[in-house]
C-alpha cells in the first residue's frame, strides 16, 4: 500500500472511531453497535493493509449493490442501510485512487442540481417549519447527488459495471425468493426484503432493465439465464400489485423495440401478446386479487385498499396542486407535512420549489435519460431511468437512496461518454461540465 493510500485510511478510521465513541456514549444499544462497527472497521483497516485497496473497496461496492435491494427483512428497516455502510466503506477504500482522478461531471446535470438548490433555499421563508424544510432539502440534495457524484467521481471500467448490475440483479433476485420463502404472495403484496410492496415493484423495475443491458454482455448460449431473470422479475411485478411499476415495466418494454430498432422483438411482442389475449381471463383468474393486473383492472376486488389508495391519492393530487397554486414560482418550501406524500414527484417539486425547481429537477432526471439515445452497449443503463420516470409520476420517491444507487449508472454513462474504459488504467484527465469525446465505435452490437 501507498503512503498516500495508508495515510487517507488512517485519517479516515480515525475520524470514524471518534464518530464511534461518540456514539457509545447515547446509551447501551448505541454502545453495541459501536463496539460491534469497530470491530468491522478494524477487520477492514487490517484487510485493507494486507490487499490492494482498489480491489477491495471495488468488492466492497459491489456487495453494497447486491445489499441495495434488501433494505429490510433480514436486515430490518432503518435510517442507515447496510447498503449505505458498504458504499461509504468501499469508497474510503477507493479514496487514495479518486484522489489522483478528476472529477468530470455533465454540465446540464450540474446546472439542474444547482438551480434546484437555489429553489430550494429561496422557498424556504415560506415553509411552515423553516428549518424542517431546510434540513429536508439538504437530505434530498445529498441523495440526489452523493452515490451518483463518487460514481462519476470512479468512473470504473466497464467489466466491473457488468460485476455491478450483475450483483444488483442477484440481490434482487434474493430478496423475491425470500419473499415468497415467507408466504407473501400467498396471502397478500410480495415485498421481499424491502419495506413496501411498491418499493419491491420499482426495485423489480429496475432489475428488469438492467437484465436489458446485460443481455447485450453475456454470450449467445448463456443469455437463457437473461430470459429467466426477465421473466422472474417481471413474475416480482405483478405480485409486488404495484399499478405504477406494471405500468413502467409495460412501457419500458414498448420502448425497446422502438429504440432497438429491433423487428424481432416486434414479432415476439405480438406473438406474446395474441397468447396473453386469449388467456386473459385465467390468467388474471390464477393470479388473484391482490396482483398488479386485478388491482389495476379490478380495484374494487382488492383485499389490499386498491380502491381506497385511488381515492386518497387522487385527495392528495389536489392538495398538492393547490399547494402549488399559492407559490407557483418559488414553492412553500420541504417544510410542509405532505410536501413528500402527493403521490408525484414531480407535483412535490412543484409544490416544494414552485417552477424554479422542477425546472431544476427535470434537467436532472433528463440528464439520467440521455444515454439511452446515445450509441454503444453502455447505453442501455438508460432504460432503468426510464422505468424510474414512470414510476414516479405514482410515487413519492423523491429521496430513496436505493433509487440513486441505480440512477447513478446512466449518470456515469452521461459524464464518461458511452465508452467506459475496458481496464482500470491511470486516472484519465478531465474538467467539470465539458463534453466527453465521442463514443469509440463497438466491433459487436447485440439487440434486445
Known amino acids: 500500500m501507498s503512503r498516500l493510500a495508508a495515510g487517507s485510511l488512517s485519517a479516515v478510521l480515525v475520524l470514524v472511531l471518534v464518530a464511534l465513541v461518540a456514539l457509545a456514549s447515547l446509551g447501551p444499544l448505541e454502545s453495541g453497535l459501536a463496539v460491534g462497527a469497530a470491530v468491522v472497521l478494524i477487520a477492514g483497516a ?14 466492497v461496492i459491489t456487495v ?16 442507515i442501510t447496510v447498503s449505505d455502510v458498504l458504499f461509504a466503506a468501499g469508497f474510503a477504500l477507493l479514496l487514495p485512487r479518486l484522489l489522483r482522478c478528476r472529477l468530470r461531471i455533465p454540465g446540464i446535470w450540474a446546472l439542474g442540481l444547482t438551480i434546484l438548490i437555489c429553489a430550494g433555499l429561496a422557498s424556504t421563508p415560506a415553509s411552515d417549519y423553516p428549518t424542517t424544510g431546510m434540513l429536508r432539502m439538504l437530505s434530498m440534495v445529498v441523495t440526489i447527488a452523493g452515490l451518483p457524484v463518487m460514481m462519476m467521481w470512479w468512473n470504473p ?12 440483479v442477484i440481490g434482487q433476485g434474493i430478496s423475491m425468493i425470500a419473499g415468497i420463502a415467507l408466504g407473501e404472495a400467498a396471502t397478500n403484496r410480495l415485498e421481499g426484503l424491502t419495506t413496501h410492496p411498491n418499493a419491491f415493484g420499482m426495485l423489480a423495475v429496475f ?14 448460449e448463456r443469455r437463457w439465464v437473461i430470459w429467466a431473470g426477465l421473466a422472474l422479475n417481471g413474475a416480482g411485478v405483478v405480485l409486488s400489485g404495484s399499478r405504477a411499476a406494471l405500468l413502467a415495466l409495460v412501457i419500458v418494454m414498448l420502448a425497446v423495440p422502438i429504440i432497438e430498432k429491433s423487428a424481432k422483438v416486434v414479432y415476439l411482442y405480438a406473438v406474446g401478446a395474441a397468447v396473453m389475449l386469449v388467456a ?21 376486488q382488492s383485499t389490499s385498499g386498491a380502491a381506497g389508495s385511488i381515492d386518497q391519492r387522487s ?22 407535512t405532505y410536501t413528500f406524500f402527493y403521490h408525484n414527484v414531480f407535483l412535490e417539486f412543484m409544490a416544494a420549489a414552485g417552477l424554479i425547481g422542477l425546472l431544476g429537477y427535470l434537467l436532472v432526471i433528463g440528464t439520467t435519460l440521455a444515454p439511452l439515445f446515445g450509441t454503444g452497449p453502455l447505453r442501455r ?9 414512470v414510476v414516479s409520476m405514482f410515487s413519492p420517491t423523491i429521496s430513496e437512496r436505493w433509487i440513486w444507487a441505480v440512477l447513478a449508472l446512466p449518470l456515469l454513462v452521461a459524464a464518461n461518454g458511452q465508452s467506459s474504459r475496458e481496464t482500470s488504467g491511470a486516472p484519465r484527465p478531465a474538467t467539470l461540465g465539458t463534453t466527453p469525446r465521442k463514443a469509440q465505435s463497438w466491433t459487436t452490437h447485440s439487440t434486445v
Open 315 to 336: 385527495a392528495l393530487l389536489s392538495q398538492g396542486w393547490h399547494a402549488f397554486l399559492q407559490h407557483p414560482i418559488v414553492g412553500n418550501g420541504f417544510g410542509g
Open 46 to 59: 487490517v484487510l485493507a493493509a494486507r490487499f490492494d485497496t482498489d480491489d477491495l473497496g471495488t468488492g
Open 207 to 220: 432489475a428488469v432493465t438492467l437484465l436489458l443491458f446485460l443481455h447485450a454482455e453475456v454470450r449467445q
Open 64 to 79: 453494497a449493490m447486491l445489499t441495495n435491494p434488501m433494505f429490510s427483512g433480514i436486515f430490518k428497516p432503518t435510517i
Open 280 to 300: 386473459a381471463s385465467a390468467l388474471l383468474s390464477a393470479l388473484g386479487p391482490n396482483s398488479a393486473p386485478n388491482r389495476l383492472l379490478h380495484p374494487d
Open 381 to 389: 443503463l438508460g432504460y432503468c431511468a426510464l422505468g424510474y420516470l
Open 157 to 168: 471500467p466497464k467489466r466491473i459495471l457488468v460485476r455491478l448490475v450483475t450483483a444488483y
